[in-house]
């Protein structure tokens, strides 16, 4: 059906720098809007930030500034740009689509995380 997966993650200092991307194939006929979310082990799954398709960004307050959403259509990827990372934004990051697929209708599918470290 539909895979996302995500790639990029990592662990680094406190002010560093990383890109996360996924990457959503299979039977796609349209994508929506796309977007990432982050863990924490026992804690609930929050929104980072989401991209329409016609790639207008919004952030959660916490990254605003400091990370920065895009997406590449012709490659049906999404990507986080993070920046001046800090200890609270270690989680595990979650890639999120809406896309539609071949004899169905909109459906939300979700990658599998990549974990995100950021410790000195």
């Known amino acids: 059906q539909v895979q996302l997966v995500e790639s990029g993650g990592g662990f680094l200092q406190p002010g560093g720098s990383l890109r996360l991307s996924c990457a959503a194939s299979?039977?796609?006929?349209?994508?929506?809007?796309m977007g990432w979310y982050r863990q924490v082990p026992g804690k609930q799954r929050d929104f980072v930030a989401q991209?329409?398709?016609?790639?207008?960004?919004n952030y959660a307050d916490s990254v605003k500034g400091r990370f920065t959403i895009s997406r590449d259509n012709a490659k049906n990827t999404v990507y986080l740009q993070m920046n001046s990372l800090k200890p609270e934004d270690t989680a595990v990051y979650y890639c999120?689509?809406?896309?539609?697929?071949?004899?169905?209708?909109?459906?939300?599918?979700w990658g599998q995380g990549t974990q995100v470290t950021v410790s000195s």
């Open positions: 299979g039977s796609i006929v349209s994508i929506g809007r």
């Open positions: 999120n689509a809406a896309i539609v697929t071949y004899g169905s209708s909109w459906d939300d599918y």
């Open positions: 991209i329409t398709s016609g790639s207008t960004p």
